[in-house]
């Protein structure tokens, strides 16, 4: 889970901003910004999950089930039933009696 960097920013007064506050302001959301991918779903096990604190709302990736789940502050719901699918392809077939003659 990723984590908002602290800041030790100094807070406006009034309705105007310095410019070094603005760019320092700019900077910080850019590094926290790239640290967090809200595309990236964390990948947990059953162990994993049984240690860890969740923010009511996350959704994660449980590898023991093999399903999404959202946690809902007391407990993890599946999103979705679990679904094997199959891999590859398969087949069978015969094509009679060959016999093959050398001479």
Same mark, same amino acid.
């Given at each position: 889970? &990723? ?8 807070? &406006? ?61 007391? &407990? ?28």
């Amino acid at each position: 889970m &990723s984590k908002l960097l602290p800041t030790r920013l100094p807070q &406006s007064q009034g309705e105007s901003v310095s410019t070094d506050t603005f760019n320092r302001l700019v900077r910080v959301l850019e590094i926290n910004l790239g640290a967090i991918d809200p595309d990236d779903v964390g990948h947990f096990n059953a162990t994993d999950i049984s240690g860890l604190q969740f923010a009511t709302g996350a959704i994660i990736f449980n590898t023991t089930v093999e399903v999404h789940q959202a946690y809902d502050g007391g &407990s993890f719901r599946n999103l979705y039933e679990h679904q094997t699918y199959p891999t590859g392809v398969a087949a069978t077939f015969a094509v009679g009696a060959v016999t093959i003659e050398i001479t």
